[in-house]
């Protein structure tokens, strides 16, 4: 929610937060101490303490983001731990959203959905009602963001509670660092940054290995979307009407290989006079091959399109990892 909550203040909305700083440790944001903001540091599993900031503060639109994630090294390794603690999680939340329903002063919640909700689909690009027909993720991390859209769902069908569900596909950013949490995984001779492939793939760079360790074949396909659009969309789907009751894939409609998204990171860092070389290294048992999203839905409904370049993006994202490589945080 990064890039989110800035243009949310940006937009004069009073904006609350809660974390428990379980992933990173402690933070400091730059909007942190923005008057409209408001943090509490907690669990997102404390009902009470949910419904003491949700009935407080008369809060309208709950945007349902609070999940533990990670990269696919995970999602073997913490396979049951992810989808117990997300259920908790989930459970706490829509508990407090249906009691703010009914007492009348609720407007809807906002799923952040997953595009690992498509894991086994087969159609491509995947459109929303191919969830319908589509096997379900083998991913317990996968299966459980599924089981956040029906919590919605159930919570519209029994009180009449709305909802948006958004599936975002491989947001690319600043403010992703080290978990705290991470235990050591080698990738050659660097270790592994454990959530996504793209700080994965800058911090070996910057980091002097040659050849760039890649999981898998490099031919997995991403649609590495740029999070400030990400956020205007994600915007977008909480205060527009027309999104009521509606799920949508918000992505970038260009996707490239793994291959492809190492090559561009290298010649940015590298320049042309140092020769590409990579090795491929086993993949993890979750590595989807293709997640290729059909966004004609958003755009046709709300008019969202996510239109930044992967190489705009990564200029931004590139200068902000080598000053965290710097200071030890990736």
Known sequence: MGYTIPQLLEQGHEV???DNFW???ELSRSFESHPRFHFCKGDAKDVSLLRKIMFDNKIEIFVAAAAIIGGISMFHKLAYFLLAENERITCSAFDVCVEAHQAGFFEKVLVISSSMVYECCESFPSKESDLLTCPPPKSTYGFQKLACEYFAKGAWEQYGVPYTIIRPFNAVGIGEQRAATDSEVMSGN????MSHVVPDLVQKILKGQKPLHILGSGGQIRHYTYAGDLAAGIIRCMLDPRAMNQDFNISTPVGH???ELAEVIWRKIHGPEIPFEHTC???FEHDVQMRVP???KVKEVLGIECTTSLDV???EVIPWIKDQVKLGTI
């Open 281 to 283: 290294d086993a993949p």
């Open 257 to 259: 290989t793994v291959l």
């Open 313 to 315: 993006a990564l200029d």
């Open 294 to 296: 059909n966004v004609d």
């Open 190 to 193: 660097v270790k592994l940054a």
């Open 16 to 18: 609350w937060g809660l």
């Open 23 to 25: 992933k990173y440790g």
